[in-house]
Nanobody, 120 residues
Framework: QVQLVESGGGLVQAGGSLRLSCAASGSIFSINAMGWYRQAPGKQRELVAVITSGDSTNYADSVKGRFTISRDNAKNTAYLQMNNLKPEDTAVYYC??????????????WGQGTQVTVSS
């Protein structure tokens, strides 16, 4: 059984910062890409940032220069440092990871989501 648990969300004023964490646990053989998605009310879920197992990163245009994704492979954890937050960043943030549980089995897993609210 594999779980992704997010933490670090909350309420912050515009211009502030938050750091999200996503910890993977369970029967993990290896972890491929890890990413952060977000979903605002009435909108589709969108990719925010992704980091590969080789530490290559990619960001949505709306967060470039403000957000930084990183990972600690020893802890099976990904992070999203969010600076200069804007009200439009308000959403539920979800962690996603491609996890291999054996040599022959891998799939995507999702966390339960963590709310980020940015007040103006």
């Amino acid at each position: 059984q594999v779980q992704l648990v997010e933490s670090g969300g909350g309420l912050v004023q515009a211009g502030g910062s938050l750091r999200l964490s996503c910890a993977a646990s369970g029967s993990i053989f290896s972890i491929n890409a890890m990413g952060w998605y977000r979903q605002a009310p009435g909108k589709q879920r969108e990719l925010v940032a992704v980091i590969t197992s080789g530490d290559s990163t990619n960001y949505a245009d709306s967060v470039k220069g403000r957000f930084t994704i990183s990972r600690d492979n020893a802890k099976n954890t990904a992070y999203l440092q969010m600076n200069n937050l804007k009200p439009e960043d308000t959403a539920v943030y979800y962690c996603n990871a491609g996890i291999r549980t054996s040599l022959f089995r891998s799939r995507d897993y999702w966390g339960q989501g963590t709310q980020v609210t940015v007040s103006s």
